[in-house]
């Protein structure tokens, strides 16, 4: 699905681990891999300054990357100094990147906005996909579960979906991956839609569903001429507790979703139902910048 990716790590977000399973990331269609690690400039002085001595201590830990690498693969790290909103476009700029390995601990709105987040940051900003994982989850994973997680990033997708803009822009990049893919690393994919039951008519609730089954029938179609394993389901109810239920009663590897990006007070108030499964998600999400 991805040929090449950038896996941003700080150390704290256990994806530094993936330094160990570079044949199994290989083995999940990957060519190319660059690890990135953002040093902060030393401000102890008067004169803020580049700190040498901690760009050394992570690319000396970053280093066994280098180690048995599979034939065919490109190894790379890049170990920056300066905040990782302003170094990440750099080395995007540097190499042909596909997709961007970031890791983001689950957080409510409000937190992200006292705290702020770098992956948000990121996904507001750049024009490349990011996986985004969780570090509990990845910390906690054995060396077995670490190997098969990184062979099978995104071999099973689950697409939340309607008939909007939105939906319409990440289903096309799926497609787009599905078409320019040269293995099966990308073979399966849950395109699920949500009905709002909050109404109390319930002939509108069963007209909407079966709108919703015809126009499933049409995606259904088209994703199968890629050669993928489809299937398709209507629910009603709360669209993020679907997804999040779907994605607990099938063996998905990611959810896919893309997200409009407001600047006015209304983020604060009407959260967008995507960005709330890439706040909440314990499963890790594949984001499509609409800037892409």
Known sequence: MFKSCLICTDFNDGLHR????????????????????????????????????????AT???????????????????????????????????????????????????????????????????????????PQLISTYTVEEMRLRCQHLWRYLLIPYEDTQICNYAL?????????QSGKTFQKCLVLWTVDDSTRDRIMIEQRSQQAEEKLKSVKAEL???????ETQVREGNFVNQILDAALNYDI???????????????????????????SSWFPVLFFSPKN
């Open 172 to 180: 096309e990049k799926v497609k787009a991956c599905a078409r320019s």
């Open 253 to 279: 590897s990611a959810i896919a979703v893309a997200s409009n990006y407001k600047t006015n007070l209304l983020n604060w108030v009407i959260p967008s139902d995507m960005e709330d499964i890439l706040r």
């Open 18 to 57: 993936l330094i160990d399973f570079i044949p199994n990331l290989a083995a999940g269609g990957l060519k190319q891999i660059v690890f990135c690690h953002s040093v902060p400039l030393w401000e102890e002085g008067e004169v803020p300054r580049i700190d040498r001595e901690r760009i050394d201590l």
């Open 60 to 134: 000396e830990r970053l280093s066994p990357a280098l180690q048995e690498i599979p034939d065919g693969v490109d190894v790379k790290i890049e170990v920056v100094s300066g905040r990782p909103i302003e170094t990440v476009p750099r080395i995007l700029e540097k190499y042909q990147i596909d997709v961007i390995l970031v890791g983001t601990p689950v957080r409510s709105l409000l937190k992200e906005k006292i705290f702020g987040s770098t992956t948000m940051s990121l996904a507001k900003s750049t024009a490349t996909p990011l996986l985004i994982l969780r």
């Open 224 to 230: 199968e001429e890629l050669g993928l394993e489809v």
